[in-house]
Structure formats: structure tokens, C-alpha cells
């Protein structure tokens, strides 16, 4: 069966430094893929998407993610982190039956000012 | 606002009772999800409805059901309700799963 892993619980970082959320995969074929935000309080929001191309996404709010097959990874990164993006991150993957997106557990990212 | 409303954001209820959660998808989507967020299972998938008919269904207990009408909104409807059925429940459309879900803001649940 699919399953989406992210190893970190909780992240903290300073405001203006990198970032990087992993997030890794169990899936025969090639992978949908997606990042979602959730800041307290509201629905998620879908950051940014990948199912086939380039393996180098861009998405909103200045992330990007890399797709790298050999590693069943599709990390999120940005390479300034703002105050404002301290939320819940999920990574997902659509399920093989094509009929529903799986949930990773989440990272939560905190910002230090 | 993403386009895809639920009602009632707050509900607190005790236990045995039934309640129904309604979301209304974004214009267009024919498709409806409903999840279940809570501390110790995280995003839980429930059940997808297209176009009024059941598609999928995922973790979704015996006591709960679901329709989608003609107009597209759907209900989610929760009876003999428990302590540990407390919990966000969350809508989400999409045209596609290629494109990704529009989530709504979600139905917080607490059953005392």
C-alpha cells in the first residue's frame, strides 16, 4: 500500500535562513505528489504539485520541491523562510486506485524571529 | 476564501447524538472528499463522492454516511456520537487528483 513518511515531527528555524521538509514515499509507479500548508486554524492549501516533467517544482509562496526517483523522495525547500510560514506542512501522494490523496503525518515548522 | 465552504466551523455536541456537516464544493468540481484530522490519526481519508455517486471509501466508521446532491454540496453525517469522534472535519473538491484538492476551512467537532 502507498505510504508518505516525514521523518521530522517539528522544525524550528530563523527567520531568513534555508529550509528543507523531507518527505519520502512508498509507491510502484511513478508518483502525484504534493506539498499542502496548514496554518492554525484553516484548511490546507496546496503549496505545490508533481506528477511528471521536470523533477524540480515550483510552487507558491516562494517554495520549490525536487522528485528524485532513486530516493523516493520529494523534499520541500526555500531558501529564505519568512515569519509568516510557521504552519503544518503535509507531504501526500495519490493513492494507486487514483481515487484519493494519502496524507503524510506532517512537520511542523516553527520561525524564530 | 478557497472556494469550497463547510458548515457549521464550530459544533459541540454530546455523545449519542447526531449531527450533519455540510460542504458546498468550488464551482465546477464534481468531486467531493471528506477527511478527518485529529492529534493521534492525522488527515484521515473518509469517503469521495462524483456527481452524487459514492466513489471511494477509506477509514469511515459504520456510524457515519454521506451523500452528494444534484446541486454537488454533500453532508456528512455523524450519529451515536463518542468522545473520541472528536475531531476537524474537512472538505475538499477537485476537478481531478491530478490537480490537487481545495480544501475548505473545516468543521471543528467536540463531543462532550
Known amino acids: 500500500a502507498q505510504s508518505v513518511t516525514q521523518p521530522d515531527i517539528h522544525i524550528t528555524v530563523s527567520e531568513g535562513a534555508s529550509l528543507e521538509l523531507r518527505c519520502n514515499y512508498s509507491y510502484g509507479a511513478t508518483p502525484y505528489l504534493f506539498w499542502y500548508v496548514q496554518s492554525p486554524g484553516q484548511g490546507l492549501q496546496l503549496l505545490l504539485k508533481y506528477f511528471s516533467g521536470d523533477t524540480l517544482v515550483q510552487g507558491i509562496k516562494g517554495f520549490e520541491a525536487e522528485f528524485k526517483r532513486s530516493q523516493s523522495s520529494f523534499n520541500l525547500r526555500k531558501p529564505s523562510v519568512h515569519w509568516s510560514d510557521a504552519a503544518e506542512y503535509f507531504c501526500?501522494?495519490?493513492?494507486?486506485?487514483?481515487?484519493?490523496?494519502?496524507f503524510g503525518p506532517g512537520t511542523s515548522l516553527s520561525v524564530i524571529p | 476564501d478557497s472556494g469550497v465552504t463547510q458548515t457549521p466551523k464550530h459544533l459541540i455536541t454530546a455523545t449519542g447524538q447526531r449531527v450533519t456537516l455540510r460542504c458546498s464544493p468550488r464551482?465546477?468540481?464534481?468531486?467531493v472528499y471528506w477527511y478527518q484530522q485529529s492529534l493521534d490519526q492525522g488527515l484521515q481519508f473518509l469517503i469521495q463522492y462524483y456527481n452524487g455517486e459514492e466513489r471511494a471509501k477509506g477509514n469511515i466508521l459504520e456510524r457515519f454516511s454521506a451523500q452528494q446532491f444534484p446541486d454537488l454540496h454533500s453532508e456528512l453525517n455523524l450519529s451515536s456520537l463518542e468522545l473520541g469522534d472528536s475531531a476537524l472535519y474537512f472538505c475538499?473538491?477537485?476537478?481531478?487528483?491530478?490537480?490537487?484538492?481545495?480544501f475548505g476551512s473545516g468543521t471543528r467537532l467536540t463531543v462532550v
Open positions: 475538499a473538491s477537485s476537478p481531478g487528483l491530478s490537480y490537487g484538492y481545495t
Open positions: 464551482s465546477g468540481d464534481l468531486s
Open positions: 501526500a501522494v495519490v493513492g494507486t486506485s487514483y481515487d484519493k490523496v494519502i
